[in-house]
């Protein structure tokens, strides 16, 4: 009855309009740029099947008429997927700012004049491609137009120079195409007809949530327990609430539970927010991607052909782990809450927290922790926090023995700082000794002023 | 009369200094009991063990017959502390601290309104209550946190320094509050205080602390008596000197 009294001032205390205010406006702006994305995403795929060519020949020579000819006939082939609506126009001068603002137009190839003499004095003829910028945003500068109007070109110019050497269509498609490629990728003694680049954009899909949802817990457990404890001290509350008939392991269980428990929930709004962020800007590009590639199995079949989808007990592996991991941060939080006086000092004492979750989740985006020299493994491998990140590719790829050396080293992690935690917390220094970064203590300030002992 | 704490030997020893040395005194039941002392003399400190808060290096302290030692949870059933300075949580309103502050001492539900109409009576804070702790003056904190401190009606209530940052008139009824708890219904006080006239006008009987020592203890008309002292200020002022000619 007084554990739930306390966890439930505990958990009003955390949870306020403030907070929730917050996870409201989080999971807003995900849903906002996830829907901006698939609409950005959506124009550029519709773009592409709808392509504006914008040519001008300077030139004008039977052979660059034959080009453009060439190019009006690619939308008349039933055989082609290539949709592109060709838009001679006229211009002249390097203007060509003016030119694109006079035609109203974004993007612009200009075959200029002596196009076809460089190609009959066998040297490279210019051709000069025009695209107007808008923003610095990746999305928004795709121009679909030029390049195939390049590659229509350059297509012109081999089939020409070809059909000049007295090559047929057969010779001629065996040589842009020389080889078909079956790509085939093994994981252990499993093999799946699929390219190492599907399985690992797939994957890497995947497991762009975990690492989030890990540093989010990690970072929003250790500060609410770290501002819970230092700010009872800051306000005095703490003495009063320790005088109280309640035992110690009661107040500072329930700061751990509540501190937990709304680290949880925002877990799981970021995870739900997240998502719908990365479907909105994945989905489309992964279908595309897709029948782009034309493979004969899907990726997710192919997964589990190599058995590196995760199975139950693995799910249930990496939730054990993922509460160690919240246990940790737990007991080294009320190490250095109670070590604090001053609220300014949360955000420094936050900072090694930080730091360990940061190297980690970053080292694990960008490289395999395995290959890296002996040195910086340990190092890396001496963080708790690592073994969480690498939780899912070392399951995934039956690294069980890394997994369970992980696991094994966390538990012991947190057996070492909850003991440190609660000796602390059950102990006078709760009440006695600060730790101040950068600034004299308030206790000693005040302790020197009143010529009284630094532990009073 | 009855005790309701006996200090024996009470002693705290820090890394480098000796912060209450060989403290001993008693407070009968109905009996307001204050520390005097100059700053950094260990008043603080010895509140503080008798609290449970810390543990003394020797000697030992009991409430109600309950060693702070061996058993600190019992002595926290009979004591309220109210520390010097103390603040309240600035989020919730006062009326929801009384109910959790009264649900750490009670369980059943009953109970812990009587405790909670008790404290809006002697804090007469009215319809503040339902306002927000952090919207309040530093006067109305005080006065919520005293009735928090006796709305249990603990055994011992120990405040440090009561009335510190209070004007004249929240200050006398404090006072006024504290002594006829004690007088009336029976509740003793440990207080800590540098205000003389406070000591003088509230306490039944006074302890001048200095440099960890428990100097001298009694009546304050007493004191006044065998130091040939106007005042308890005077009082005060030759133990310390006293103490520094020793």
Redesign the interface.
Known sequence: ??FI??L??EL??LV?KNMLLGLVVTVAIFMILGGIMKTTINDVVDESKNVTINICDRDKTEFTESILEAMENVNKDPDSNVSAKINIIECEGDDYAAILADNDISSLVIIPVGFTDSLDKKEQPELISVSRMTSAATMSNIDVGNEGAINLIKQCISSTIAADTGMDDQQYQLMEEPVILTENTVVDDKDARISQDSIMSKIMMQNMLLPIIVFVLIMMTSQMLMSAISNEKI???L?????????RLSVIGAKMLAAAVVALLNAAVYMVAFSTFVSGATDEVTQSVSEAAGVSITVDQALEQLGLNLGAVDYILIGVQLFFTIMICLSVSIILGALIDDAKNVQSMLMPIMLCAMVPYIISMLADINSLPMIFRVIVYAIPFTHTFTAVPNLMFGNNMLFLGGLIYQIIVFLICIFFALRLFM??KL??VSLNIGQKSKYKKR?K???????? | MENVLEVKGLTKQ????L?ADKVSFEIGKGEVFALIGP??AGK??TI?MI?????PTAGDASVMGHSIVSEP?KV??C??????????????KGI?YLQ??A???C?DLEEIGKCVDRAKEICQLGERLNDKIGSYSRGMIRKL?LARSVMTRPKLA?LDEPTSGLDVINAIEIRKTIKRLAHEEGMSFLLSSHNMLEIEFVSDRVGIITKGHLMVTGAADELKQRYNAANLEEVFERVVKQNEVH
Do not use: H, W
């Open positions: 009855m007084k009294n306390l439930k001032k009003a205390e306020n306000d005095k509350t003495e009063t609430l320790l005088s109280a008939p309640v035992s102990s006078d009440l006695t302790n002023k009143n010529n009284v002992p630094e532990e009073e | 820090y890394t480098k200094v912060a700053n950094g603080t400190t503080r609290s449970t808060l810390l543990t949870d926290r059933e004591i309220t502390y109210l520390p010097d300075e103390a603040g309240a949580y600035k989020n919730m929801k959790f502050m649900g750490l001492f369980t946190l120990i």
